[in-house]
């Protein structure tokens, strides 16, 4: 019963962590949020079934495009476009050619560059383009994805922490605790995270964009983690919001992919 309790809190330190949700604990401990990360893909359960909330009462009264972006924009709102900041964040430091330390600089100030404006346009607008794709063609299928797609592309962060190793100051890092490597637990309970999505999602899905989906998630983590290996020698917070997003886009673009062969 204690350890239920525990994790049942260390979903909603992840809950507070990545939403606007309003979450108050009468007790904190620092490492409560490295150990909450094994909870990131359920958080991607609710923020993809609040998603697919919104685009299925919105369809009722709109179009699928008005519905699609209407989706979006809620999603953006309940997570503060927490991972969004740091795909422009990461792009900006990693769009050109600067080296490691200066990277690891452009990434910090908080003003938006071109790198950083043209990846987030065009990563929102890929993800908008693909989902209303999906809703003309199976809405059903859509809204299963979305859910699956949020799930799955959190869990592809806990890889990425478990990969690389830290490549700013942890001792100066916005959310020091997650300036650490993940751990075997972490990558379990992830595991059975994405176990849970992918059966939810399964029933609505056709299988084969379902394994389009699935195979996209390896081979987007895996370069993206080369990508951080090779220019930073590792990862920083914004480089995990932008996994987040890549997977999640390719997830969608691979499930499209496959539906419409």
């Excluded at 065009?122 to 199976?138: E, F, G």
């Excluded at 490597?181 to 059966?199: E, H, P, S």
């Excluded at 220019?231 to 419409?260: I, W």
């Amino acid at each position: 019963m204690h350890v239920l309790a525990h994790e049942c809190r260390l979903f909603l330190v992840a809950l507070q962590f990545l939403t606007r949700v309003p979450l108050r604990f009468s007790t904190w401990q620092d490492e409560w949020l490295q150990a909450s990360a094994r909870h990131f893909a359920g958080v991607g359960l609710l923020v993809g079934g609040f998603a697919a909330g919104v685009l299925w009462a919105a369809a009722h009264f709109y179009g699928a495009l008005l519905a699609v972006l209407l989706s979006l924009v809620a999603t953006l709102w309940l997570t503060g476009a927490f991972h969004e900041d740091g795909l422009a964040d990461t792009f900006d430091g990693l769009g050109g050619s600067a080296d490691r330390e200066r990277a690891l600089a452009i990434m910090k100030d908080s003003r938006l560059g071109t790198y950083g404006t043209v990846a987030l346009v065009a990563v929102l607008a890929l993800k908008a383009s693909a989902l209303y794709a999906l809703a003309v063609r199976d809405l059903l299928a859509a809204l299963a994805l979305l859910p699956l797609a949020h799930a799955v592309s959190r869990a592809a962060t806990v890889a990425v922490l478990a990969l690389l190793p830290y490549a700013g100051d942890a001792e100066h890092a916005k959310a020091k605790p997650l300036a650490q490597r993940a751990d075997g637990l972490a990558l379990f309970v992830t595991a059975g995270w994405v176990v849970i999505a992918f059966g939810a999602a399964a029933p609505f899905v056709p299988a084969d964009a379902l394994l389009a989906a699935a195979l996209a998630v390896p081979v987007a983590t895996g370069l993206m983690a080369r990508w951080l290996r090779r220019r930073l020698g590792g990862f920083t917070g914004d480089t995990l919001g932008a996994t987040q997003q890549l997977v999640e886009l390719a997830m969608l673009l691979a499930a499209l992919a496959a539906m419409t062969s």
